[in-house]
C-alpha cells in the first residue's frame, strides 16, 4: 500500500506478511529521507520499525495503550497513527515534533523526552483500568538503554504486582546513546546469548512471564510474538534483539554517532553543514583528560551522554577508570560523586541542564546537607540549547543556586570557565556548580582571576551612574551591549560581570545606592526564583528600581530563539526603551 494512505494503524491491519516487510521496508526508506534533510534521532527509529509495525498491527490502538520510553523511539509510530504527512513533504517536516506528544494525537498518552518512565506510567495506566474494571491492553516499551535508570526497575518491581494485564516490550539494542554500563546488561546478554533460556532471568526474578524474540527485526516473529501476550492477564515481558540503526548501514556500523544526527547526505554520511567553531564539549573534554593525566585521583562523570561532554570512544578509552558513565541515571551520578568526593577523590559530573534535575533529592540531600566538594558542569543551560519542551535549560538558576551550600557560577568566557573550573576541583568547603554560557564561544579581553574563593565577589567592568546593568553568563554580552546603546541616550551606566549566581555582593550593591537610581539583571533563564529575584529581593526596603529580565516561568515546546528574546524583551533596544521610560 502507499504510505499515504495511512490514517490510523487500522489501515495495516488487513496487510499479509509480505505486504507488512515492504510497509517496513517503505517507512525506513522515507524515515531516512526525512531525517537526513531535518534532524533527529537516528538510530533509535531504524531499529524499531518492525517492532513499531507489529505493535500496531497486533493491537487495537488507541484503544490498547503503548507508552514509549524517551519517546525518540516514536518516529515510525508518528507515521502510522494520522501524521504521515509530516514525513512525506517537505514543508510539513516542523508539523511535529520529535517525541510523543498528546496534543498531536491520541495515539501519543504522554509527553516525554527523559528515560526510564515508561514503565511506571503505563503501570499507573493499567491500575486505573483495573479499578474502574475496563478492559483493554497496556504496553510499556522501554529500550535504549533506559532500564538503567533506577525508575525502570521501580516501575517494574510495582508492575510485577498488578495480577492483570501489563505487557512490557523491553527493546534490546545493547546500547544506550553509547554502549551499555551496568550489571544489569551481562544478564541480558546472558539472554541474548542463550535464546532467552539463560537461568539468570532478571524478568522472571520479578514475576513476569517472559517471552524472548531473537530477531527483534524480524516482523513475523514479532507479531507471533505479541498476538501471544494480547489479552494475557498477568505481568509479561516480551524481551526483543533488536539492531539499532538497522537498515542503513552507516547507522549499523557506528551506532554511537547516529543515535542523533544533524541534517547529513545518506549516500556519504556526512554531515551537510559541519561546525567548525570552538565548542564547550571538545573544551571541557580536553581540560578533564589532560587533569587526568597529573592527578589519579580525577575522575568525569556521566549519565548516558558521554558524547555532550566531549567524550567519543577514544577518549573514553583514553580516560579509562577516570571516566565513569552510570548509565541513564543521574541520581546515581550525583550521589556517586558524593561518595568519590568523601573519599578524598575530586568528581566533576557533566550533565545536561534538563537533565540534572531528575537529581534534585541527591544535589540537595547527599551532596549539600554533607558538604561534600562535588563539581556539576551543565551543558545546554541556555535559552539557545535544546529547545524540545522536555529539553529546556531555563530552569537550573533557580534550582541548583537556591540549595544552602551549593556555590553556582556563571562563566561568560572559555578562560572563565577554565579557571572556574580549575578552582572548584582545588577547594574543599563547597559543592559547586558551573553553567556553561549558550551560544558561540567567547574569549577574555583581559586575565582572569584565579582564585574564587571569595563568594559572591560581583566584578564591575564599567563604572557610570544612575542605571546598572548586571548581566550574568550568556547575558553578559547584552548587558555590554545595552550600556553601549545608552550612552547614545545619554547615560553612562554601570556594567557588573556578577559570577556568582547563587549569592548577592552586598558590597557593590550598597554602594550603587549613592549615585544609581535602576539596577537592570539579565539572566539566561527562568525569572521566578531566579538570579535577579535575589538582587530585587535586597533591595526591597530602599528606593532603588530593580528591573529582572529573563524567561517567564513556561514550558515552550520548539520555540524561536529570536521570537522568544523578542517576546521576553531580552534584546537592548527593548532593554534602553524601558529603561527611559523608567527613569521618565
Not at 514509549?68 to 511535529?96: C, W
Not at 514479532?222 to 533488536?242: Q, R
Amino acid at each position: 500500500m502507499e504510505l499515504k494512505e495511512i490514517h490510523s494503524p487500522a489501515d495495516i491491519r488487513g496487510l499479509d506478511m509480505k505486504e507488512l516487510n515492504k510497509l517496513c521496508h517503505d517507512l525506513r526508506e522515507t524515515f531516512l529521507t526525512k531525517v537526513a534533510a531535518h534532524g533527529g534521532h537516528v538510530g533509535p527509529n531504524l531499529g524499531l520499525v518492525e517492532a513499531t509495525v507489529a505493535l500496531h498491527y497486533v493491537f487495537d490502538t488507541p484503544k490498547d495503550k503503548i507508552v514509549y520510553d524517551v519517546s525518540h523511539q516514536t518516529y515510525i509510530h508518528k507515521m502510522l497513527t494520522g501524521r504521515i504527512d509530516a514525513f512525506l513533504n517537505p514543508e510539513h517536516y516542523d508539523d511535529v515534533t520529535g517525541y510523543s506528544e498528546p496534543s498531536e494525537s491520541e495515539y501519543d498518552l504522554f509527553t516525554i523526552g527523559h528515560t526510564s518512565t515508561a514503565v511506571s506510567l503505563a503501570g499507573g495506566i493499567a491500575k486505573g483500568r483495573d479499578l474502574q474494571g475496563e478492559k483493554y491492553n497496556v504496553i510499556a516499551l522501554v529500550g535504549d538503554g533506559s532500564l538503567s535508570g533506577g525508575e525502570a526497575f521501580e516501575g517494574l518491581d510495582e508492575g510485577a504486582t498488578l495480577g492483570s494485564n501489563f505487557i512490557v516490550v523491553v527493546n534490546d539494542n545493547n546500547m544506550s546513546i553509547a554502549e551499555n554500563h551496568g550489571g544489569l546488561y551481562s544478564g541480558l546478554k546472558a539472554l541474548r546469548d542463550s535464546n532467552g533460556t539463560a537461568e539468570n532471568n532478571y524478568f522472571k526474578s520479578l514475576g513476569y512471564d517472559y517471552i524472548y524474540v531473537g530477531n527483534g527485526n524480524d516482523v513475523a516473529a514479532l507479531v507471533e510474538a505479541f498476538k501471544k501476550v494480547k489479552g494475557t492477564n498477568h505481568p509479561v515481558v516480551v524481551h526483543i534483539h533488536t539492531d539499532k540503526g538497522h537498515g542503513w548501514r552507516p547507522a549499523e556500523i557506528d551506532k554511537e554517532t547516529w543515535h542523533f544526527s544533524a541534517p547529513f547526505d545518506t549516500k556519504t554520511a556526512k554531515l551537510l553543514h559541519e561546525d567548525s567553531g570552538e565548542d564547550y564539549s571538545e573544551i571541557f573534554m580536553e581540560e578533564t583528560l589532560e587533569r587526568m593525566k597529573n592527578d589519579p585521583k580525577f575522575c568525569v562523570l556521566t549519565a548516558g551522554t558521554p558524547a555532550v561532554i566531549g567524550y567519543g570512544p577514544e577518549q573514553r578509552k583514553k580516560a579509562g577508570r577516570q571516566f565513569i558513565d552510570v548509565g541513564i541515571a543521574e541520581q546515581e551520578a550525583v550521589a556517586m560523586a558524593s561518595g568519590i568526593a568523601k573519599s578524598g577523590a575530586r568528581p566533576v559530573f557533566g550533565v545536561v541542564s534538563s537533565f540534572v534535575q531528575r537529581a534534585y533529592d541527591q544535589l540537595s540531600q547527599d551532596v549539600a546537607i554533607n558538604g561534600q566538594p562535588v563539581v556539576v558542569t551543565i551543558f545546554y543551560g541556555s535559552l539557545l540549547g535544546m529547545n524540545d519542551v522536555t529539553h529546556l535549560g531555563w530552569f537550573d538558576i533557580p534550582l541548583i543556586s537556591n540549595i544552602p551550600g551549593w556555590v553556582m557560577l556563571a562563566p561568560t568566557t572559555k578562560e572563565e570557565f577554565l579557571s572556574m573550573q580549575r578552582w572548584a576541583l582545588t577547594q574543599t568547603s563547597n559543592p559547586v556548580c558551573i553553567k556553561l554560557p549558550g551560544g558561540p564561544v567567547r574569549h577574555s579581553e583581559k586575565d582572569v582571576k584565579s582564585d574564587w574563593s571569595e563568594l559572591n565577589k560581583f566584578e564591575m567592568t564599567e563604572k557610570g551612574n544612575t542605571v546598572a546593568i548586571i548581566g550574568a553568563g550568556t547575558f553578559y554580552p547584552l548587558a555590554v551591549e545595552t550600556a553601549e546603546a545608552l550612552k547614545k541616550e545619554g547615560v553612562d551606566a554601570t556594567v557588573i560581570n556578577p559570577h556568582y549566581l547563587s549569592g548577592v555582593d552586598s558590597e557593590m550593591l550598597d554602594d550603587l545606592k549613592r549615585d544609581h537610581k535602576l539596577v537592570i539583571t539579565l539572566e539566561d533563564g527562568v525569572t521566578d526564583g531566579g538570579f535577579g529575584e535575589k538582587i530585587a529581593r535586597y533591595y526591597g526596603t530602599s528606593d532603588m528600581k530593580v528591573k529582572c529580565y529573563g524567561i517567564k516561568k513556561q514550558f515552550l515546546n520548539r520555540y524561536d530563539y529570536g521570537k522568544l528574546l523578542d517576546e521576553s524583551r531580552l534584546t537592548a533596544y527593548q532593554i534602553v526603551e524601558d529603561i527611559k521610560t523608567i527613569l521618565g
